[in-house]
């Protein structure tokens, strides 16, 4: 045996691969064939599938009612991706400016919140904002800044809120990772042909930045267009998400083959979404 | 111009916290020339040069470029350009891009660019290479497109860090000589860092020696070598003796006892501050020792002469080192050109009389 496998070193590596590629197909692979093969499936009465082959899935995920969800979640996660960078990349730029030891120091200062469960975080997240138990109303109104309870929860607004607080350590530690890699002498190299700030931030330090923001924004917009957590609590059931119908169509209305197909829906607009990912990577790789 | 220097320093200080990088520097470097800040690092030669180019403020003192003080002004309102050490290239953008920056930034008009980078280019014998990465060229490509990229702005100074630091010794030779062509040519006032000596020698109009943040002697490369202001500045350039005696007479002619022997040496000239009785050190240049079979020197006024027996003989092709041990304290280094073949005129265990001419030892404090 051991003789075979010193005269074929590429059984040896299929070897090694071999609890891997087991996982992979059993955990990842199967599941996800599963979902795709109900998604043309017909519902059985309580949960589950009748084998009968139908399209019918796909065409209620267009019916507007859902479509329109589709569409807000997207909407969503598209802005909470565009404020986390807002917030994320001057964040990112502060700690890769910082000397190397105090770096080390805010970057595990960024990751403390999120050794919480989530979903407590979240639940905290209530109390601060319920509109008129809420930390945050109840002492405005107690200090007569305002008379009318704010609307910050059960809506969009709050469900921003939870996912930028969520996701944002995902924004900034690639964006962090890519300027900790750019050589600052560049900066200097700038200023002495006559650039500004601002000039060289747009010449010099963004463009090399870009593949972090990138990857940061992959790690945002996903998980963001896929989440129900934050919806669930701080929309107040009312401010829906994708994310929520799915979940519905499982627990709740015992519809598998719909929700699968919202499943496969979103995957594929997310495949899309990775792949023009890897897409701009290589090209910044060219470069 | 108002007083016809291209940079002045005026009692620069430059502190980082509790270190003194740079202390009260005085410096005036003359329009279009070649001049040198050379020192070991920490000496405040690199800290001096980012003053100038506005990298760093100075804690007191002004620096003047043409006349103008410059007070805080950032480093893109200087008329000044820098060759940085590592080139600091712009990784994402093309040689001609890198090139092109500095003059996008002032708003030159792009006709006017595309020909002063093509030109400059060709100065600098990239012509051709326009659209590669800077990746995609070796380190002295790079180094001319840093080079490329500073004067096509043309500065009335460019500032230059170390920039052959990173090349091979036999490349950095050849840039060196490239160097000094290019600036006859494109007359700018050269500012040069470096902490390497023949470099310094090499290129150089006036060379300013640093240590600990202040200057020890300023001069021609000549003056620096043949007529070192201190022991610091004769150990740092080229290679020195350093014998010990103690100041006997004050003179003229000042004498020296060297420790160890009996008769007295003629010296001719003596640091500032030296009195009589004082513990000193004589240094004297290798190559200006001359060396002779015992009591075979012949005698000349003004010539000193020692007796010792050779140590230790090293052959180095183009001259034969010989270690000379006039006593249990010091030994001196003779250095002997090669003129006929076969090296070897005195054996290791063979005992020598040196002499050298007086004007050639100069008298330190110990």
Redesign the interface.
């Given at each position: 045996m051991r003789e075979k496998l010193q005269r074929f070193p590429a059984l040896r590596a299929w070897l090694l691969l071999l609890p891997a590629t087991f996982w992979l197909i059993v955990f990842f692979m199967a599941p996800l064939v599963i979902v795709l093969v109900y998604s043309f499936l017909e519902r059985g009465t309580y949960g589950g599938v009748v084998w009968n082959f139908t399209f019918e899935n796909f065409q209620r995920v267009f019916d507007m009612l859902y479509f329109s969800t589709f569409l807000r979640s997207i909407y969503i996660a598209l802005l909470t991706t565009i404020i986390t960078l807002l917030i994320g990349y001057p964040l990112a730029y502060f700690i890769a400016t910082r000397p190397p030891e105090r770096r080390y120091t805010l970057v595990l200062a960024l990751m403390i919140p999120f050794w919480t469960n989530f979903l407590i975080r979240t639940y905290a997240w209530l109390t601060l904002l319920r509109t008129n138990t809420g930390l945050i109303n109840t002492m405005l109104m107690s200090w007569g800044i305002i008379h009318e309870p704010l609307p910050l929860f059960g809506n969009d607004f709050a469900i921003v809120l939870g996912l930028v607080y969520g996701w944002l350590p995902d924004m900034v530690l690639p964006i962090y990772a890519a300027l900790d890699r750019l050589?600052f002498?560049?900066t200097?190299?700038?200023?002495?042909?006559?650039?500004?700030g601002f000039?060289t931030f747009r010449?010099?330090i963004w463009?090399?930045s870009i593949p972090g923001v990138v990857a940061g924004a992959m790690l945002v917009f996903i998980p963001s267009l896929g989440a129900f957590v934050a919806p669930a609590i701080l929309g107040g059931g009312k401010s829906l998400m994708i994310g929520n119908i799915i979940s519905n169509q499982f627990l709740a209305a015992h519809d598998w083959p719909f929700g699968a197909a919202l499943s496969t829906l979103m995957m594929t607009f997310m495949l899309a979404g990775t792949l023009i990912y890897f897409r701009a990577a290589k090209r910044g790789d060219a470069? | 111009m108002i007083d016809g220097f291209a940079v002045e320093l005026r009692q620069v200080v430059k502190k980082f916290g509790q270190v003194t990088a740079v202390d009260k520097v005085d410096l005036q470097i003359r329009d279009g020339e070649f001049f040198s800040m050379l020192g070991p690092s920490g000496c405040g030669k690199t800290t001096s040069l980012r003053m100038i180019?506005?990298?760093e403020m100075p804690t007191s003192g002004q620096v003047f470029i043409g006349g103008e003080p410059q007070g805080y002004l950032?480093?893109?309102q200087r008329p000044?350009?820098?060759v940085?050490q590592?080139y600091?290239?712009?990784?994402?953008m093309s040689v001609y891009q890198n090139i092109a920056?500095?003059m996008e930034?002032?708003k030159v008009d792009k006709n006017e660019i595309q020909q002063r980078v093509g030109e400059t280019l060709e100065m600098v014998h990239l012509s051709g290479m326009d659209n590669r990465?800077p990746k995609q060229l070796s380190g002295g490509q790079q180094q001319r497109v840093a080079l490329a990229?500073?004067l096509v702005?043309r500065p009335k100074v460019l500032l230059l860090d170390e920039p052959l630091g990173a090349l091979d010794l036999k490349l950095r030779k050849a840039m060196q000589v490239e160097l000094k062509i290019l600036q006859d040519q494109v007359g700018i006032t050269f500012i040069y860092v470096t902490h390497d000596q023949e470099e310094a020698l090499a290129m150089s109009d006036r060379i300013a020696v640093m240590n600990q943040g202040k200057v020890h002697q300023l001069g021609t490369p000549e003056e620096i070598y043949e007529a070192p202001a201190n022991r610091f500045v004769a150990d740092f350039i080229g290679e020195s003796n350093f014998v010990p005696g103690v100041m006997q007479k004050m003179g003229p002619p000042a004498e020296i006892s060297v420790t160890g022997t009996e008769q007295p040496i003629a010296v001719e000239w003596l640091e500032d501050g030296i009195n009589a009785g004082d513990a000193v050190v004589v240094s004297v240049r290798p190559e200006k020792i001359r060396i002779h079979p015992m009591g075979q020197a012949p005698t000349y006024p003004a010539m000193c002469r020692l007796s010792g027996q050779v140590e230790k003989v090293i052959y180095l092709g183009t001259d034969t080192r010989y270690l000379v041990r006039l006593n249990e304290e010091s030994a001196v280094v003779v250095r002997l050109q090669n003129i006929i073949s076969g090296g070897g005129h005195f054996n290791e265990g063979e005992k020598v009389d040196i002499r050298w001419d007086s004007a050639h030892a100069r008298v330190f404090k110990e």
């Open positions: 050589d002498g560049l200097e190299a700038a200023g002495d042909l006559y650039a500004s000039p010449r010099v463009p090399l470069q | 180019a506005g990298f950032p480093p893109y000044v350009n820098t940085f590592h600091a290239l712009f990784p994402h920056f500095g930034m002032q990465r990229r500073a702005n």
